[in-house]
């Protein structure tokens, strides 16, 4: 087979396996009052850090640390700009405002809101999402950051410039819903310990406590109460030691034991992002493949390995309100007894998946952002329930 065909063969099959959307409509949507989760910048981030230095000193030991002060405040004040275009605009047009950062964001607040509006990027998105815990409140981004940030959770970046425009279409109907999948993780089995999160985006010097210090309160908190929009993490929190842990799909009873770096249980959110960076398939292992059945690629812009590469990577995404996890087991060691038994696939989907740990020191992360204790003994299940869907929006071309 020639160069030409095989390219032909890997196009149809990549055509073919593109999965279709199904969106909801909207006779329309006017929010009357609208929560602004707003980004912590870097500078305000350092403010905070050392509030009980002036302004000028902290200035100056960013610069004796060699950080990029100029830069720093620009950004920030990029983003206070843009937020300020964004408050005016609904105030504008009569809808009242709330503006909260992630030290003061409460559930209270989204329960007293129509609709959560995070301002900032992706990461803004995620912490925005993480207090709605219903599939009817809408969560509905703005990129401040455009030429910076991908801001793929946030709407397209041309409504950065626009915001009144991005409303109107909301107050007109112009949009579809989009119910995003999020994972549910039940603690099966856990002492009171596992149910204390840490959140690894705080300062060291916990200077803003979150207002929920414990959520082991009684039985039913084995439920975590955070739902994973992107992925759920299960491994050792020492990167370098070896994960011991059973795995469990889809109800079986029968458990296979691995040892690996850990297991990425993914969204169809979030296989554009981590998933996809750990399966992804670089264009030198492409050519080195087609190099061993004779075929001599470059590895350039145009080249068959890159168009392979391409295709083969573009597979590894999957719609955001599939009720499919994908798993991914991270670097899973097969020799001599492992995986006992032989034969799981290192990636695959499930609808349901349970995993116990076997770990000395491990976490269980959920969405890069909040982290329980996972260690020996402790067993989680994982699926995918409508009503905890996350409710956003996709624009009508």
């Known amino acids: 087979m020639n160069n030409l065909k095989v390219f032909q063969v890997l196009c149809d099959f990549s055509f073919k396996n593109v999965a279709c959307r199904s969106f909801s409509t909207s006779n329309g949507f006017k929010p009357d009052k609208v929560l602004v989760v707003s980004k912590l910048s870097r500078f305000e981030y350092e403010k905070k850090k050392f509030k009980n230095k002036d302004e000028k000193e902290i200035l100056d030991n960013l610069k004796q640390k060699g950080a990029d002060v100029k830069m720093m405040i ?13 408050l005016n605009t609904f105030i504008n047009l009569g809808i009242r405002v709330k503006v909260v950062n992630r030290y003061q964001y409460t559930e209270e607040d989204v329960e007293n809101s129509d609709v959560v509006f995070p301002i900032g990027g992706d990461g803004t998105f995620l912490l925005a999402a993480s207090m709605v815990n219903n599939n009817t409140k809408p969560v509905i981004g703005l990129n401040s950051d455009p030429q910076r940030s991908e801001g793929y959770l946030c709407l397209p970046k041309k409504y950065s410039t626009n915001v009144r425009d991005a409303i109107e279409r909301l107050n007109n ?25 840490k959140y690894l985006h705080d300062n060291e010097f916990d200077i803003y406590p979150r207002k929920t210090d414990c959520y082991a309160k009684e039985e039913e ?9 992107n992925e759920v993490f299960m491994g050792e929190t020492l990167s370098a030691r070896v994960s011991h842990l059973r795995l469990r799909l889809n109800g079986s009873t029968e458990n296979t034991n691995l040892k690996c770096s850990g297991i990425c249980v993914s969204t169809g959110t979030g296989s554009t992002s ?46 955001a309100d599939d009720k499919r996890m994908a798993y991914t087991i991270r670097e899973l060691i097969s020799a ?53 869907a ?6 009508k071309d």
Request: with cysteine.
């Open 74 to 86: 620009r950004y920030h004040d990029l983003h206070k700009k843009f937020e300020e275009n964004v």
């Open 173 to 197: 109907g112009n949009f579809k819903w989009l119910m995003r999948s999020r994972i549910r993780t039940t603690l099966l089995v856990c002492s009171s310990a596992n149910l204390c999160p």
């Open 221 to 229: 908190t084995k439920v975590l109460p955070c739902l994973a929009l």
């Open 274 to 319: 981590w998933h996809l960076s750990i399966n992804r398939l670089p264009v030198q292992n492409v050519a080195e493949l087609l190099r061993l059945i004779d075929i001599d690629p470059t590895e350039g812009k145009d080249s068959l390995a890159t168009v392979l590469s391409d295709i083969y990577n573009k597979n590894l995404i999957f719609d």
């Open 336 to 388: 001599a007894v492992w995986p006992d038994p032989k034969g799981i696939k290192p990636r695959g989907f499930a609808q349901k998946i349970e995993i116990k740990s076997n770990c000395f020191d491990a976490s269980l992360v959920i969405d890069g952002g909040v982290s329980f204790s996972f260690n020996d003994g402790t067993t989680a299940l994982l699926e995918i329930r409508p009503e905890d």
């Open 390 to 395: 996350l409710r956003t929006v996709i624009f």
